[in-house]
């Protein structure tokens, strides 16, 4: 793993592209409903116990990064977009959206409060993260 020098991210790739910002976790909840500051922290007390984890912000969204980025989890005006990618498409009535990208693909979840994260929704992004391992 990579840790650029000026936003102190980790990345797969040494010098990897990204969007070098330095602002912290908090920033990119300001302004946002409580509601999903409580989802965003729930998740967040489950997936940093998967090991490897890094968690780190980037302009409008946080990326949780195993050997690669694996979850993104946006804030937006009344829900959490939470995208995870696989190897292959995932079906369940959680998912909003789902596309290929590249080898992989990407599962997209809108969550606006706790109690949508439920086993199903720790499943699936558990596979997310496991695909990230690979």
């Known amino acids: ?3 650029c020098p000026n936003c102190e991210r980790l990345f797969k790739n040494t010098n990897q592209s990204h969007m070098c910002t330095k602002i912290g976790i908090g920033e990119v909840f300001l302004n946002k409903p409580d509601e999903l500051v409580i989802a965003y922290d729930d998740i967040v007390q489950v997936v940093s116990r998967w090991v490897p984890c890094s968690i780190g912000a980037s302009v ?9 980025a694996w979850l993104i989890i946006k804030p937006m005006k009344k829900e959490l977009d939470v995208k995870f990618y696989c190897d292959s498409p995932i ?6 959206r789902t ?3 590249g080898p ?8 606006q409060h706790s109690d ?10 558990r596979a997310g993260f496991e695909y990230s391992l690979q």
């Open 60 to 68: 409008h969204s946080v990326v949780f990064t195993s050997q690669k």
């Open 104 to 111: 992989k693909y990407a599962h997209h979840i809108r969550i």
């Open 91 to 96: 079906e369940s009535e959680k998912l909003k």
């Open 99 to 101: 596309y290929r990208t």
């Open 1 to 3: 793993m990579w840790e």
């Open 116 to 125: 949508q994260l439920d086993d199903e929704f720790f499943e699936l992004l």
